[in-house]
């Protein structure tokens, strides 16, 4: 008699967007792993053609609601590189705050809504409220933070509207960003704590051989520009970016999956590589934090995520708070003018999950002629694939319901955006047989 | 701990059941409701979040008393699945600009959606999508919509709180241009001459745009019964291309039939 099992998860829950997971497993050998992003098509790459260069920003923000400001930071700097624009080091320094607000907004969520039910057991932030009101109230106040800092910048927290290809229609008031330094300090010593708390976490024992890609920069944690690096050795500048990752088109998925060139293999990109490949620009509390959490660094199990991502929330909050202590004169000019024409230009900056890279081409007539977009879920989703490959056998002795959790804890490692890579998750687990 | 059993034994009894369902969207109008940092606990409360898969992993089986949707129908599945939650929910509410007319993705409408998949996909027989995306109410009866790209949570928390206690929800109707007096903003229309949308766009964003020195591009939709024709045509008097108004009227409520019909009667008279 056959041993043949198989799980479904047919709706993914605590990740944004949808997919599901299906999984067929023969005894404790694992078939078919299929992480299936279901969520509908809707064709940013195509309607951006023939667009004006000063609706990229406002438009590919609406590719995703948690992180837009990661879409317009990529698209701002590749088409600011396009018209062969330079910034003011006043303008880089608030898209750097900008940033770090988006940064805030977004890990405070995952860790505190989303992720760490899964290690305290469970099923939402909102049950686990009832137990651990304080930590959740916390993680709330910290996601208030971000979201405050992204609306004296952005003029909102989703869809900022104040993100300008050459940098922002009105600079943020000097007295606005002076009033929330008390919360920002606030929420680094918060930050601190919430790390102490993930770092004391039981960790599965989940070593993968990762090859894991982030920017990274000789002075600065990376945000907004880098060289891509990886663990095994790739040092390219952002231009070559192309030739050494490729988007591959998959069946079960709406979104594109992407593979390391040559052998076209997996890589992982977020928290996780950031934390390995530039710990030694991290700002002095983060670099500390890091260092007493009781994990060696670089780490290569990406349960680990979540301190990673908590290290981060601290890097985030502490470099709030120095760049808002700074900004003392507001700059006389916040955007640099420009009148669009011919060009081509490409960037990637360090969205909140990951790499994200965006190529633009301008025609002659000042339009888009064409655009490319790579959101960091796409780029892991064949890594969360071979995850699942080496972790489904671990899961087998129990009950679908229980191997499924364990199965869906692994994938909210990488906090999924799959609104983003289309493109929630479904997870089937076929044990073929029974 | 003392305070977490106090709660407890403080829950309302036969809580209302609220659930929040996604079409196509990237999101953010759902986050919205999490993004109500002081009152979601209080919510959570009031209301059984019996449904919300971007938040829990625990569902309630239907019928809910308040179904919230995001996001607009854009494949066949989609079509039929709308149709099962509106038999579900007793008040069934539209958020964003996406349910309510379609969002960004609507601009298919205007397009060979089959030239658009072969742009982005390497193997268009894998896709399966409608061509056209389309508002929920073009599907089914909808109770109430809520505006915006995304929604203001102010508008959301009022919303949901008025469904709870029983009253209409208290969500303006006027032009934007109201918020921008209130807030003191000077005309950016009038003493900047740029083309702005906020005339002929309903309120509820607080009117930032023209605090920030920028346009208004029309995130909470068409304000009822407004002429958006007789502005572009101000708009074009004053110099500004017919192309630029084009585009500017048909972006995230673009399908809206005000600015539907604006838009397209800008590119008639092009090919006039």
Same mark, same amino acid.
């Given at each position: 008699?056959?041993?043949?099992?198989?799980?479904?998860?047919?709706?993914?829950?605590?990740?944004?967007?949808?997919?599901?997971?299906?999984?067929?497993?023969?005894?404790?050998?694992?078939?078919?792993?299929?992480?299936?992003?279901?969520? !509908?098509?809707?064709?940013?790459?195509?309607?951006?053609?023939?667009?004006?260069?000063?609706?990229?920003?406002?438009?590919?923000?609406?590719? *995703?609601?948690?992180?837009?400001?990661?879409?317009?930071? +990529?698209?701002?700097?590749?088409?600011?590189?396009?018209?062969? $624009?330079?910034?003011?080091?006043?303008?880089?320094?608030?898209?750097?705050?900008?940033?770090?607000?988006?940064?805030?907004?977004?890990?405070?969520?995952?860790?505190?809504?989303?992720? %760490?039910?899964?290690?305290?057991?469970?099923?939402?932030?909102?049950?686990?409220?009832?137990?651990?009101?304080?930590?959740?109230?916390?993680?709330?106040?910290?996601?208030?933070?971000?979201?405050?800092?992204?609306?004296?910048?952005?003029?909102?927290?989703?869809?900022?509207?104040?993100?300008?290809?050459?940098?922002?229609?009105?600079?943020?008031?000097?007295?606005?960003?002076?009033?929330?330094?008390?919360?920002?300090?606030?929420?680094?010593?918060?930050? /601190?704590?919430?790390?102490?708390?993930?770092?004391?976490?039981?960790?599965?024992?989940?070593?993968?051989?990762?090859?894991?890609?982030?920017?990274?920069?000789?002075?600065?944690? @990376?945000?907004?520009?880098?060289?891509?690096?990886?663990?095994?050795?790739?040092?390219?500048?952002?231009?070559?970016?192309?030739?050494?990752?490729?988007?591959?088109?998959?069946?079960?998925?709406?979104?594109?999956? &992407?593979?390391?060139?040559?052998?076209?293999?997996?890589?992982?990109?977020?928290?996780?590589?950031?934390?390995? $490949?530039?710990?030694?620009?991290?700002?002095?509390?983060?670099?500390?934090?890091?260092?007493?959490?009781?994990?060696?660094?670089?780490?290569?199990?990406?349960?680990?995520?979540?301190?990673?991502?908590?290290?981060?929330?601290? %890097?985030?909050?502490?470099?709030?708070?120095?760049?808002?202590?700074? #900004?003392?004169?507001?700059?006389?000019?916040?955007?640099?003018?420009?009148?669009?024409?011919?060009?081509?230009?490409?960037?990637?900056?360090?969205?909140?999950?990951?790499?994200?890279?965006?190529?633009?081409?301008?025609?002659?007539?000042?339009?888009?002629?064409?655009?490319?977009?790579?959101?960091?879920?796409?780029?892991?989703?064949?890594?969360?694939?071979?995850?699942?490959?080496?972790?489904?056998?671990?899961?087998?002795?129990?009950?679908?319901?229980?191997?499924?959790?364990?199965?869906?804890?692994?994938?909210?490692? #990488?906090?999924?955006?799959?609104?983003?890579?289309?493109?929630?998750?479904? $997870?089937?687990?076929?044990?073929?047989?029974? | 701990?003392?305070?977490?059993?106090?709660?407890?034994? +403080?829950?309302?009894?036969?809580? !209302?059941?609220?659930?929040?369902?996604?079409?196509?969207?990237?999101?953010?109008?759902?986050?919205?409701?999490?993004?109500?940092?002081?009152?979601?606990?209080?919510?959570?409360?009031?209301?059984?979040?019996?449904?919300?898969?971007?938040?829990?992993?625990?569902?309630?089986?239907?019928?809910?008393?308040?179904?919230? /949707?995001?996001?607009?129908?854009?494949?066949?599945?989609?079509?039929?699945?709308?149709?099962?939650?509106?038999?579900?929910?007793?008040?069934?509410?539209?958020?964003?600009?996406?349910? +309510?007319?379609?969002?960004?993705?609507?601009?298919?409408?205007?397009?060979?959606?089959?030239?658009?998949?072969?742009?982005? #996909?390497?193997?268009?027989?894998?896709?399966?999508?409608?061509?056209?995306?389309?508002?929920?109410?073009?599907?089914? !009866?909808?109770?109430?919509?809520?505006?915006?790209?995304?929604?203001?949570?102010?508008?959301?928390?009022?919303?949901?709180?008025?469904?709870?206690?029983?009253?209409?929800?208290?969500? !303006?109707?006027?032009?934007?241009?109201?918020? *921008?007096?209130?807030?003191?903003?000077?005309?950016?229309?009038?003493?900047?001459?740029?083309?702005?949308?906020?005339?002929?766009?309903?309120?509820?964003?607080?009117?930032?745009?023209?605090?920030?020195?920028?346009?208004?591009?029309?995130?909470?939709? @068409?304000?009822?019964?407004?002429?958006? +024709? &007789?502005?572009?045509?101000?708009?074009?008097?004053?110099?500004?291309?017919?192309?630029?108004?084009?585009?500017?009227?048909?972006?995230?409520?673009?399908?809206?039939?005000?600015?539907?019909?604006?838009?397209?009667?800008?590119?008639?008279?092009?090919?006039?």
């Amino acid at each position: 008699m056959s041993d043949k099992r198989q799980f479904e998860v047919k709706a993914l829950s605590r990740v944004e967007g949808e997919g599901r997971l299906y999984v067929r497993v023969d005894g404790d050998k694992v078939e078919h792993v299929e992480l299936n992003i279901y969520e !509908p098509p809707r064709f940013f790459e195509s309607f951006l053609r023939g667009r004006e260069v000063r609706e990229v920003p406002d438009i590919t923000a609406r590719i *995703c609601g948690i992180c837009p400001v990661a879409y317009q930071m +990529t698209a701002c700097h590749a088409l600011e590189k396009a018209l062969g $624009l330079t910034m003011t080091p006043e303008i880089r320094l608030l898209r750097r705050l900008l940033y770090c607000g988006e940064w805030i907004e977004s890990h405070a969520l995952h860790m505190h809504l989303l992720h %760490a039910p899964d290690f305290l057991g469970y099923e939402s932030g909102i049950t686990m409220a009832a137990d651990h009101r304080e930590v959740v109230e916390r993680g709330l106040r910290m996601k208030k933070i971000g979201n405050d800092l992204l609306a004296i910048l952005g003029g909102r927290a989703i869809h900022p509207i104040n993100v300008t290809v050459g940098g922002f229609y009105r600079a943020p008031r000097r007295s606005e960003l002076k009033k929330l330094l008390p919360e920002l300090e606030w929420g680094l010593a918060a930050a /601190v704590e919430t790390v102490r708390l993930v770092a004391s976490f039981d960790f599965p024992a989940f070593d993968q051989a990762y090859d894991c890609v982030s920017l990274q920069h000789p002075s600065e944690y @990376p945000l907004n520009e880098g060289r891509i690096v990886s663990s095994s050795g790739l040092d390219i500048s952002v231009e070559e970016y192309e030739s050494h990752f490729e988007e591959r088109h998959l069946p079960q998925s709406t979104a594109l999956h &992407s593979v390391m060139l040559p052998a076209a293999t997996s890589y992982l990109v977020g928290p996780l590589p950031r934390v390995n $490949l530039c710990l030694g620009q991290l700002l002095p509390t983060a670099r500390r934090e890091a260092e007493s959490c009781g994990i060696a660094w670089p780490s290569q199990n990406n349960f680990h995520s979540i301190v990673a991502r908590g290290i981060e929330l601290v %890097a985030a909050f502490e470099e709030a708070v120095e760049i808002v202590s700074q #900004y003392h004169v507001e700059p006389s000019v916040s955007r640099i003018e420009y009148t669009p024409h011919a060009g081509e230009g490409c960037h990637a900056t360090e969205a909140p999950r990951g790499l994200i890279y965006h190529r633009y081409r301008i025609g002659d007539d000042g339009l888009i002629a064409e655009a490319k977009i790579v959101p960091p879920t796409s780029q892991n989703q064949g890594q969360i694939e071979d995850d699942l490959r080496q972790f489904v056998p671990s899961v087998l002795q129990y009950d679908d319901a229980e191997a499924t959790r364990r199965c869906e804890h692994l994938i909210r490692n #990488y906090d999924p955006c799959i609104s983003c890579a289309t493109h929630f998750l479904t $997870l089937t687990i076929d044990r073929q047989g029974k | 701990m003392s305070k977490t059993s106090n709660q407890k034994s +403080t829950e309302p009894a036969n809580k !209302p059941t609220v659930a929040v369902f996604k079409f196509a969207s990237c999101d953010g109008c759902q986050l919205s409701l999490l993004d109500a940092e002081d009152e979601l606990l209080a919510i959570a409360h009031h209301v059984e979040i019996a449904y919300f898969l971007e938040a829990r992993t625990r569902t309630l089986d239907g019928p809910y008393d308040i179904g919230l /949707v995001e996001g607009s129908i854009t494949t066949e599945h989609d079509a039929e699945r709308i149709r099962d939650i509106r038999k579900q929910c007793r008040y069934l509410v539209t958020i964003g600009a996406c349910a +309510t007319a379609g969002g960004i993705q609507s601009l298919r409408n205007w397009a060979d959606v089959d030239e658009f998949i072969q742009q982005v #996909y390497a193997t268009p027989q894998y896709i399966s999508t409608l061509a056209t995306s389309t508002a929920i109410a073009d599907h089914v !009866p909808v109770d109430f919509e809520l505006r915006g790209c995304p929604i203001n949570k102010d508008q959301l928390v009022e919303l949901i709180t008025a469904l709870v206690i029983g009253r209409v929800p208290r969500v !303006p109707n006027y032009s934007v241009c109201v918020e *921008c007096k209130r807030r003191g903003t000077v005309c950016v229309a009038v003493a900047k001459g740029i083309s702005c949308l906020g005339p002929v766009t309903q309120a509820g964003c607080g009117a930032i745009c023209p605090a920030f020195n920028r346009d208004c591009f029309g995130c909470y939709g @068409p304000q009822e019964f407004v002429n958006v +024709t &007789s502005l572009t045509r101000r708009y074009e008097s004053q110099g500004e291309s017919r192309e630029h108004l084009v585009r500017l009227v048909r972006n995230f409520n673009g399908y809206a039939p005000a600015f539907r019909a604006a838009s397209d009667a800008l590119e008639e008279q092009s090919h006039e």
